[in-house]
């Protein structure tokens, strides 16, 4: 998991962040495991992060 993926929500500060990492044959983002994060409470915070 990337190490600057947040604790908790930049938008609404709520610390319900939801972590996936997504296998490449489930994305579009490559050819490399992505992590996805998602924020539950607000729905407002979506981001991808490569994995390195």
């Not at 600057?4 to 996936?20: A, K």
Request: aromatic share 8%; glycine share 4%.
């Amino acid at each position: 998991m990337p190490a600057d993926v947040p604790s908790q929500c930049p938008e609404c500060r709520q610390i319900d962040i939801e972590i996936n990492e997504v296998p490449p044959d489930e994305h579009d983002r490559g050819e490399e495991w992505c992590t996805h994060v998602e924020c539950r409470s607000c729905g407002e915070y979506r981001e991808w992060f490569e994995d390195s």
